[in-house]
């Protein structure tokens, strides 16, 4: 069985210290392919030099602001994301990611700012033709009415869903795949863990989130994509088809995404 890690961060000092190593065993798992979203205009080239070099796994890039870290950001950054796109988009596979977090206290909310983020890296998205990798945090509704409005050819990812039935089946008439993550290691995560059951497979693929997002049992620790093969299992456990159906159907889903 192949697999593909289609959220991970390769590029955090956690993980790079000792890559051609971690690929090496990701390969030997069956791990081939990992997506590598960036975060902010300071980790671009280190993104994009690591899908540019010769790695033991296909490394996809991905460049996008999230919406952690735009604080600090003019417009400017915006204009250079769309100049480095225009550039380097036969390196780039994916915006991302990029999406809305909407902080619980009003009183420091730069929501404004990040719906305009969001809604230019979404221009983006469709203007290239590319998938997008969407953070979200009590943001469905904000998250969805753009999605609607841009109607994206290659749609992305819902990046770590969790939520509802009805949400999923909102992104899904929308073309987008759920990222199903260390979250259903959780016995907590019932509701998320019971609407990924019930989905349809062609709509999920997998992810890590490393070195963040620990499984249950690995709390504390730095996550790493060799953990993708546990996530694996857990959905193999929630699922009623094989395991050998569902690694084949989740491939295909990441090549809707990724494959040129
Ligand atoms: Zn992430």
Redesign the pocket.
Same mark, same amino acid.
């Given at each position: 069985m192949k697999f593909t890690d289609s *959220?991970c *961060?390769l590029d955090f000092d956690e993980l790079k210290q000792d890559l051609p190593n971690l690929l090496a065993q990701c390969k030997q798992l069956g791990i081939h392919r990992i997506v590598v979203?960036s975060i902010d205009p300071s980790n671009w080239q280190s993104v994009l030099s690591l899908a540019n070099e010769n790695n033991s796994v296909t490394v996809i890039a991905a460049l996008g602001i999230h919406p952690w870290f735009l604080t600090e950001l003019s417009e400017q950054a915006l204009d250079d994301l769309a100049n480095l796109l225009a550039q380097e988009h036969s390196s780039i596979c994916a915006i991302g990611?990029a999406g809305i977090d909407v902080p619980i206290s009003e009183q420091q909310s730069n929501l404004t700012k990040q719906l305009h983020f969001f809604d230019y890296q979404l221009q983006l998205a469709k203007q290239y033709r590319l998938p997008i990798l969407v953070?979200h945090r009590r943001s469905h509704q904000h998250i969805l009415a753009l999605l609607k409005q841009y109607q994206l050819e290659k749609s992305g990812i819902i *990046?770590g869903f969790s939520g509802s039935y009805q949400q999923a089946v909102d992104y899904l008439d929308l073309g987008f795949k759920l990222g199903v993550g260390g979250t259903i290691s959780y016995p907590r995560a019932q509701k998320t863990i019971e609407t990924i059951k019930r989905l349809p497979l062609n709509s999920l693929v997998l992810e890590t989130?490393a070195p963040?997002m620990p499984l249950y049992g690995f709390q504390g620790k730095s996550n790493t994509p060799l953990q993708l093969i546990k996530i694996f299992e857990h959905l193999v456990k929630i699922r009623s088809e094989s395991a050998e159906t569902i690694a084949a159907q989740l491939e295909i889903n990441n090549n809707d995404l990724f494959a040129r």
């Open positions: *959220h *961060h979203p990611e953070h *990046h989130d963040a």
